[in-house]
Nanobody, 126 residues
């Protein structure tokens, strides 16, 4: 099993930045892709971005965050990061880290992911 723990959420003013971390433990694999999702109250879960497994580390982003958010990874630490810049009030949500099954592509669809963290709250004030 893989356990994922997010951290780094908080309250920030519009235009500010936050860096979320997703640490993996348990039976971890360096070849696990990772995805970030978010869910605001009353809204459906939304894909934010993803990074493929070690070897190519390609990243993908939703149109809503492209150019403002950046995903990176530290394979030695089994960690993935979400750097969020130029935050907007509409970025307010609970952010979740997820991992697909080993060797699987981290798609934009939450149902394709096997492991999920508990989430961390991000609140952007106007």
């Amino acid at each position: 099993q893989v356990q994922l723990v997010e951290s780094g959420g908080g309250v920030v003013e519009a235009g500010g930045s936050l860096r979320l971390s997703c640490a993996a433990s348990g039976r971890t694999f360096s070849d696990l892709g990772r995805g970030w999702f978010r869910q605001a109250p009353g809204k459906e879960r939304e894909f934010v971005g993803s990074i493929t497994w070690r070897g190519d580390n390609n990243t993908y982003y939703s149109d809503a965050v492209k150019g403002r958010f950046t995903i990176s990874r530290n394979s030695a630490a089994n960690s993935v990061y979400l750097q969020m810049n130029s935050l907007k009030p509409e970025d307010t949500a609970r952010y979740y880290c997820a991992a697909p099954p080993r060797y699987s592509f981290p798609t934009t669809t939450g149902a394709s992911y096997a492991y999920w963290g508990q989430g961390t709250q991000v609140t952007v004030s106007s």
